[in-house]
Structures are given as structure tokens and as C-alpha cells.
């Protein structure tokens, strides 16, 4: 079974403190790795796709990379608006997505 | 927005009620999913129709009955809910197969469902 396993559970930040969160995973067979964004009340956001380990993709503050085993979700010099619960997923060969519980990020300016 | 919508975004009803969540999709995209999130549990997937053909159940209680009449509109019927069903039932939709598909799916903003 497909397992996602995010670290911390929750990070506060001070504005422009940069830290990282992490997704560590097990899968039968990788088709991609999705990171998201879910502000309270909203259904998630995309952010990126992952699919082979070495892959880095950014967007604006936040770089995603990807090794075989995890993937890391770095947040360079956060601002209040980064706040929000980052969600780690990942995809199998037959398509199923399975989710981890999520990273809520706290950034105080 | 993200192309998916849902209907309604709150719903509070009681044990004995029958209530419908609708979703629709904007996007062209030929699966759909329902999943259900609790608070501080990973997402949980309920249903997925690819080509607007059941293809999982993730062994959800009968209570819940999903039905998929074209592959832009999914809808999830409720009855005889119990109180520990309240969660926020999130509705996606993504592409599945071809060459070149980032297969990401895109959520819409939820239904926040209390039962009491």
C-alpha cells in the first residue's frame, strides 16, 4: 500500500525565515509527485509536479525537489500570504493518488 | 478558480435527511473523483469515475451514492448520514491516459457537510 508521510505537522515561520518541509513516501511504481496548497475552508491548490528523482520545479518562494525516497518543499524567505497547509501526494501506476496529512505553515510578520 | 465547482459549499442535515452534492467540471478532463477530508487526517478518496464508469470504491459505506451522468458532472447523494460523516467532501477532476497528461487533478472548494 501507498504510503505518504509528511514532517512537521506544523512550522511557524517569522517572515522572511526560510525552512523546508518534507515528504517521505513509498510507492509501488511512481508516476509523479504533487505538492499542494490548501488555504482553510478551500479545497487545494496545484503547485507542482514531480516525476523522476533529481527534478526541481519553483514558483515564486517555493522550490520542490524529489529524490527516490522523499521530496522536500523549500520556502525561501517567507511572506504572511505563504501561510496555508502544504499537502504531499503521490501518484501510481494505476493512477491512484494517495495523500499525506499535510504541513500547516504559520508565517508571522 | 481551478474549473471545478461545487454545490452547496455548506450543508448541515439531520440523520434522516436526503441531500445531494453536486460538482462540475470545466476543464475537459475524463475522470472525477470524491474524496473526504476530516481534520488533521490525509484526504481520503471515496469515488473515482473514469470515462464516466465507476472504476473505485474505496469501501465506502452504502450511505453514500455516487452517480456520474457525463463526464463534466458528478454528484454524490446522502442519506441516513451518521454524525462522525461531517468533513469537508472535496470534488477533482483530472485527465487520465495519452501521452504528454501531467495527470494532476484540480479540486473544487468543497462542500463543508455537518450532520447532527
Known amino acids: 500500500e501507498d504510503q505518504v508521510t509528511q514532517s512537521p505537522e506544523a512550522l511557524r515561520l517569522q517572515e522572511g525565515e526560510s525552512s523546508s518541509l518534507n515528504c517521505s513516501y513509498t510507492?509501488?511504481?511512481?508516476?509523479?509527485l504533487f505538492w499542494y496548497r490548501q488555504d482553510p475552508g478551500k479545497g487545494p491548490e496545484f503547485l507542482f509536479t514531480?516525476?523522476?528523482a533529481g527534478e526541481e520545479k519553483e514558483k515564486e518562494r517555493l522550490k520542490a525537489t524529489l529524490t527516490k525516497k522523499e521530496s522536500f518543499l523549500h520556502i525561501t524567505a517567507p511572506k504572511p500570504e505563504d501561510s496555508a497547509t502544504y499537502l504531499c501526494?503521490?501518484?501510481?501506476?494505476?493512477?491512484?493518488?494517495?495523500f499525506g496529512a499535510g504541513t500547516t505553515v504559520t508565517v508571522r510578520a | 478558480e481551478t474549473g471545478v465547482t461545487q454545490t452547496p459549499r455548506h450543508l448541515v442535515m439531520g440523520m434522516t435527511n436526503k441531500k445531494s452534492l453536486k460538482c462540475e467540471q470545466h476543464?475537459?478532463?475524463?475522470?472525477m473523483y470524491w474524496y473526504k477530508q476530516s481534520a488533521k487526517k490525509p484526504l481520503e478518496l471515496m469515488f473515482v469515475?473514469?470515462?464516466?464508469?465507476?472504476?473505485e470504491n474505496n469501501s465506502v459505506p452504502s450511505r453514500f451514492s455516487p452517480e456520474c451522468p457525463n463526464s463534466s458532472h458528478l454528484f454524490l447523494h446522502l442519506h441516513t448520514l451518521q454524525p462522525e460523516d461531517s468533513a469537508l467532501y472535496l470534488c477533482?477532476?483530472?485527465?487520465?491516459?495519452?501521452?504528454?497528461?501531467?495527470?494532476?487533478?484540480?479540486f473544487g472548494p468543497g462542500t463543508r457537510l455537518t450532520v447532527t
Open positions: 510507492v509501488s511504481g511512481l508516476r509523479g
Open positions: 476543464l475537459g478532463h475524463n475522470a
Open positions: 514531480l516525476y523522476s
Open positions: 477533482a477532476s483530472s485527465q487520465i491516459g495519452g501521452t504528454g497528461s501531467s495527470y494532476e487533478q484540480y
Open positions: 469515475y473514469n470515462f464516466k464508469e465507476q472504476t
Open positions: 501526494a503521490v501518484q501510481d501506476n494505476d493512477y491512484k493518488l494517495s
